[in-house]
């Protein structure tokens, strides 16, 4: 294994051997994903709740692209778009701030990350099936999980 591989290595089992030890037959209740559009999310397991924590910083670049120089009219063409906002877009920016919360209260501080059952973490990976995988593997106490 190279340095760059252990390198990203070392957050998981970081945070494998830091979190709760939970038991291998309880079932898995929730997976909490944090990512963002360049970290798109694979598979599904479970109950399965995604966050796009970087969809805020998405909008305020759209909102400020090709603004005019004058500020008041750069500040009615803000208020123009952002009153365009439709009901998706409120969906995902309410996504995208409850993640926010959420990544605080775990104190996962960069993504993306998987939390299982609120307990436990695994960082720089968003294909489920291999981080329940994982998680499934330390439950149980396997070698190299």
């Known amino acids: 294994m190279n340095i760059a591989k252990s390198h990203r290595l070392f957050p ?17 209740t929730t997976i909490e994903v944090f ?6 999310v694979a598979g599904s397991a479970g109950t399965i709740t995604v966050y796009h924590i ?7 670049q759209t909102l400020a692209k090709d603004l005019p120089s004058d500020p008041e009219a750069a500040k009615q063409t803000v208020l123009q778009r952002f009153q ?21 209260q775990y104190s996962i501080d960069r993504y993306p990350a998987i939390v299982f059952d609120g307990r436990a973490v695994l960082y720089g990976i968003t294909d489920i099936q ?3 995988q994982r998680y499934r593997q330390w439950q149980a ?3 190299g999980s």
């Open 54 to 60: 970087d969809r805020i910083a998405r909008l305020q």
């Open 35 to 40: 990512t963002d559009a360049l970290n798109p």
């Open 141 to 143: 106490g396997e070698p």
């Open 130 to 132: 291999a981080a329940t």
């Open 12 to 28: 998981i089992i970081l945070a494998v051997i830091l979190c709760e030890p939970i038991l291998a037959g309880e079932p898995l």
């Open 84 to 104: 365009r906002m439709d009901r998706q877009l409120s969906i995902e920016l309410a996504n995208a701030a409850n993640g926010l919360l959420k990544a605080a």
